[in-house]
C-alpha cells in the first residue's frame, strides 16, 4: 500500500494547483442515503457547466450492491439519470493534488430530488428562516483507528499511552492526528479541536459551528478527507459506533442554537434562568416525542444498537438536563452566544445531512405544535431516570417506529423516508444470521 509522510502531505497541500490551471479536475461529491460520497471526476473544462449526470440508481443499493426495488431509486424504470448540480464558482479545495471539490444537489427531472438529503436539509432550514431564525451548528465526532496485524488483518492502531483527553505522541504514536489537521487547514475545513477519547485507541474530532448547511457540508468534507489521508498512510479511520464490543461507542454529536436577525443567540438567556424558553423548550420537546422514529436516522446500522444502551451516556433515554451528559438533549450550561442544545443520539454512520434535516423538522414540529416539554433529568440518569421511553432496540424496530411517525416523515418527505427504509429493511435481511465480527467487516471499510 502506498504510504505518505507527514512531510508529503504538507508538500501536497503547498504545492496543489491553482483553481484557474486547466489541468485540474473537479470531483463532484454527493452523500447518498447511506452516507456514501456518491461521485465522479470531472476535467475543469466540464466542471465548468456546473452539472453532471448520474444514475438514480444510486439509491436503490446497499453496501453490499444488492439492487433493491426502493421508491424512488428507479429499478423498476429503466434506472433513469438525475442530475448533480452545483455552484462552479462555489468550489471547495480538495485534498487530492489538482483536485477542487463540488458539493452538489441532486435534481431529477427538473426539479429538486425527493431522495436529496443536502435538498431535504436545506428545506428544514427554511422552516426554520420561516420564524426568522437561522440554525446554527456545531458537530462532535468520535473515531477509531486500526493498523494492519501481522496477519494483514486490520488492528486497534497501538497507542499504549492514550487516556480521555489525551494528546501527543503517546496518544498518536505515528503521528496521524498532525496530517489530518495538515490537510483539514489545508481545505478549509474549521477544526475547534481534536484529543483522544475514552477509550484507546478513539479519537474526538469537533469542528467550529456554523450554519447549518455549512456545518453538514464540512463535516461530511471532513469525514471523507480524514478516511482517504489515514488509509494511504496505511491505517484506517472508523466511524463505526460500536467496532469493539469491550469498548465504548463512538457518536456523533449535534450541537444547535439558532441565530436571530440582529445576530443574538435566541438561546443566550435559558441556562441563567434556570428554565427553557418557550424556543427551546419547543426544540427539546420535539426532538424528545419523535425520539423512536428519530433513531432509525440517526443510528442507521444494525452495529448502532449496540452503542444505544441504559448507562452508556448515548442517547439512549428520551429525557433531557442542564449540563448533564447522561441524557439525551443536554442543555449547555453556557450563556449569551455559546448557549446551545446539544442532541446525542447519532452516530457517524448516518448523514450529517439527512440527520440534521431530522433534528430540525423534529425540532420545529416541537415548537410549532406547542408540544408539552418534559421534566428534565434530576437522577443520574445511569441507574435511575425520570422516564421509561428510550430508543429502540434494534434497526427493525427503529425503522417501524419511523414508518409508524407519519408525521415526521411527512415533515422530512414520505418518497425519502419510504426510500430510506426499503433499503435498510433489505440491509438487515442481508446481516440475518451473522456474527457480531461478520456485521462489522460488513461495514468497517465504508464508515
Not at 441504559?310 to 439525551?328: E, F, K
Amino acid at each position: 500500500m502506498n504510504t505518505m509522510t507527514p512531510g508529503e502531505i504538507a508538500t501536497m497541500a503547498q504545492t496543489a494547483a491553482p483553481l484557474s490551471a486547466e489541468n485540474d479536475r473537479v470531483r463532484i461529491l454527493f452523500a447518498d442515503q447511506l452516507n456514501l460520497a456518491r461521485g465522479k471526476y470531472v476535467p475543469m473544462s466540464e466542471a465548468r457547466k456546473g452539472h453532471a449526470r448520474m444514475c438514480v440508481g444510486t439509491y436503490a443499493v446497499t453496501y453490499a450492491r444488492t439492487l433493491v426495488d426502493a421508491p424512488g431509486g428507479g429499478l423498476l424504470t429503466g434506472l433513469p439519470d438525475m442530475e448533480a448540480r452545483f455552484d462552479p464558482d462555489d468550489l471547495r479545495p480538495g485534498w487530492e493534488p489538482g483536485t477542487q471539490i463540488a458539493l452538489a444537489d441532486m435534481r431529477f427531472q427538473g426539479e429538486a430530488f425527493a431522495l436529496c438529503g443536502r435538498s431535504a436539509l436545506q428545506r428544514a432550514i427554511a422552516g426554520w428562516r420561516a420564524h426568522g431564525l437561522e440554525p446554527m451548528v456545531g458537530i462532535e465526532m468520535e473515531a477509531y483507528i486500526f493498523q494492519r496485524g501481522a496477519g494483514g488483518e486490520w488492528v486497534p492502531y497501538d497507542t499504549p499511552g492514550a487516556f480521555v483527553y489525551g494528546t501527543g505522541p503517546f496518544t498518536d504514536p505515528a503521528g496521524l492526528v498532525d496530517d489530518v489537521w495538515a490537510m483539514a487547514v489545508r481545505c478549509g475545513l474549521p477544526i475547534e479541536s481534536i484529543n483522544a477519547e475514552f477509550d484507546a485507541p478513539q479519537f474526538e474530532l469537533t469542528l467550529r459551528y456554523a450554519d447549518a448547511l455549512r456545518a453538514a457540508d464540512d463535516a461530511f468534507l471532513f469525514r471523507q478527507m480524514a478516511r482517504e489521508v489515514l488509509i494511504r498512510r496505511g491505517y484506517l479511520l472508523s466511524f463505526l459506533p460500536k467496532p469493539f464490543a469491550d469498548k465504548s461507542g463512538s457518536g456523533l454529536h449535534f450541537n444547535l442554537s439558532f441565530t436571530e436577525a440582529s445576530g443574538r443567540n435566541a438561546f443566550a438567556d435559558d441556562a441563567a434562568n434556570g428554565a427553557p424558553s418557550p424556543l427551546m423548550a419547543g426544540c427539546i420537546a420535539g426532538l424528545l416525542q419523535h425520539h423512536e422514529a428519530l433513531a432509525a436516522i440517526m443510528a442507521p446500522l444494525t452495529n448502532s444498537y449496540a452503542r444505544l444502551q441504559p448507562a452508556s451516556l448515548s442517547g439512549y433515554w428520551a429525557n433531557w438536563g442542564i449540563d448533564h451528559r447522561s441524557v439525551t438533549v443536554r442543555v449547555s450550561a453556557e450563556t449569551g452566544a455559546a448557549a446551545r442544545i446539544e442532541h446525542r443520539m447519532a452516530d457517524c454512520a448516518a448523514s450529517p445531512y439527512f440527520a440534521l434535516a431530522a433534528m430540525l423538522e423534529a425540532a420545529r414540529l416541537g415548537f410549532e405544535g406547542n408540544y408539552s416539554c418534559p421534566a428534565q433529568e434530576l437522577n443520574d440518569g445511569l441507574e435511575t431516570t425520570n422516564t421509561e421511553r428510550h430508543t429502540p432496540h434494534s434497526l427493525p424496530q427503529a425503522l417501524d417506529a419511523l414508518e409508524a411517525d407519519q408525521v415526521l416523515s411527512a415533515a422530512l418527505g414520505a418518497d425519502m423516508i419510504s426510500n430510506y427504509i426499503a433499503i435498510k429493511r433489505q440491509e438487515v435481511a442481508e446481516l440475518d444470521g451473522k456474527t457480531d465480527a461478520e456485521a462489522v467487516a460488513y461495514y468497517l471499510h465504508y464508515i
